[in-house]
């Protein structure tokens, strides 16, 4: 018997940080719509006065709820009062765990592509692990300086911030590597921002107000403006996480734009709702089109140069099978000879006719359109070989 525990701790961490990350994102969806259709009490009535600042009606599960928000805090903090936080720290903690896993114990498989740049283990990991903290950083920076009194400016140079930083990462690492850096970037400033601005300001609020004093208004303006910003990131974090799946993306030369691109789509549609939970929706609308005709243009934009045009030669499969065993089966057989591992990956086997047969359409995304296979181009596949293999799959990618 032979279990890839390795295999099996990714599978929990993975899982954990999917459910992590709902609850943390569908709280925090929740309380900033909760937050933008809070309707102002009765003026003078007996809510008013007793510092509510809006309130809400819902149904849900089968129940009716009224949630009251306070002007700045209660006339005194009830017993039981939730916080949220500990979604943000374990999506956090299991995601750089899996970064750490993946790319970091794995950095010459998913990390480094030398046919990109050739760079060390050690220089890899540095890099990727001062883009994370140097990203917290620079925000926090920003945060600090007067461009947070305009949203909008603000918005523009931090997505200009990450356009750069996207495009310097697809430079260093793998196309993976650099999307799953920028992504870590974001969770990082998001949870960093739960963990050193809301939370700390939310104590503030609490103390103050356990003391019966005033609380400084500015921890509450500070907490909404950094809410507001994990708000905007939540979309193109989470297209981040799932980006893995496709190789267009990632795998296509100008990988950076296309991410710039497809985290503004995200934007966009964050920015509709926003504006929808204000009972702005009609003069938002438009926002939803624009967002559809972009991601469109993105994937059209994107999309592989027709077909190779420069032979009409017939490709023998003969040729293709070479090929593939000689740069694929090394890693995709029943027992990969690559030491780094045990079984194929991602169950793909390409060492057999049959197999090959099997699998051309697959063959097709990860070595012809995108150059994301061999992985790290370990084997060094060339430019030719894939056109032949394109060639052959266009010729109907028969056995003969
Ligand atoms: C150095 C080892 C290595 C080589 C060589 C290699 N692969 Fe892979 N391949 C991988 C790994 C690792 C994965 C899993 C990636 C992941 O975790 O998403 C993978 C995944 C795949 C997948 C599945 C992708 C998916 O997510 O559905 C296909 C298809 C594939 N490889 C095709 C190829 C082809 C075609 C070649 C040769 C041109 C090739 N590979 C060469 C390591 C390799």
């Known amino acids: 018997m032979e279990i890839d ?108 592509d030398r046919s990109i740049a050739n760079i060390s283990t050690d220089a890899a990991i540095l890099i990727g692990v001062g883009s994370i903290v140097g990203g917290w950083i620079i925000y926090d920076l920003l945060c600090k300086s007067p461009l947070i009194n305009n949203q909008a400016v603000f918005g523009v140079v931090l997505f200009i911030l990450f356009t750069l930083a996207a495009f310097g990462l697809s430079h260093v690492f793998s196309g993976r590597g650099a999307y ?15 963990l050193m601005v809301i939370i700390p300001g ?17 921890y509450g303006l500070r907490a909404k403006q950094r809410s507001l910003h994990n708000n905007y990131f939540t979309l193109p974090v989470l297209f981040i996480m799932i980006s893995n799946h496709y190789p267009m993306t990632y795998g296509n030369h100008y990988g950076w734009l296309l991410l710039a691109g497809i985290s503004l789509v995200g934007v966009l549609v964050r920015h509709f709702f926003n504006m929808k939970n204000q009972g702005q929706a009609k003069q938002g609308f438009i926002l939803l089109p624009i967002a559809f005709i972009l991601f469109f243009a993105i994937a059209y934009a994107a999309a592989p140069k027709s077909e190779d045009q420069s032979s009409t030669e017939k490709v023998p499969f003969t040729t293709v099978e070479k090929i593939i065993q000689e740069r694929c089966s090394s890693c995709h057989a029943a027992k990969p000879a690559n030491a780094d591992f045990e079984t194929p990956p991602k169950g793909v086997k390409l060492a057999t006719a049959a197999q090959i047969l099997r699998e051309k359409t697959r063959i097709k995304q990860q070595a012809v359109n995108t150059k994301t296979m061999p992985l790290g181009n370990a084997t060094q596949m060339t430019d030719e070989e894939r056109k032949l293999v394109g060639r052959w799959i266009a010729q109907g990618g028969l056995a003969n």
Request: aromatic content about 18%; proline content about 6%; hydrophobic content about 50%.
């Open 5 to 112: 525990l390795m295999e099996w701790a990714q599978l929990a961490i993975r899982w954990i940080h999917m459910i992590t990350g709902i609850a943390w994102i569908g709280a925090s969806f929740y309380f900033v719509w909760l937050d933008m259709n809070l309707t102002p009490p009765v003026k003078d009535g007996y809510k008013d006065k007793a510092g509510v600042s809006g309130e809400l009606w819902a149904v849900h599960g089968g129940g009716f709820y009224e949630v009251q928000k306070y002007r700045l805090a209660p006339p005194e903090i009830p017993p039981t009062l939730h916080w949220f936080k500990y979604e943000a720290y374990f999506t956090w903690f299991s995601g750089i765990t899996l970064l750490t896993i993946l790319y970091y114990f794995s950095a010459d498989i998913y990390l480094i």
């Open 180 to 194: 799953i850096h920028v992504g870590a970037i974001m969770g990082t400033i998001m949870f960093a921002n739960v």
């Open 202 to 218: 939310q104590m503030a609020l609490v103390s103050a107000a356990k003391k019966g004093e005033a609380p400084d208004p500015v």
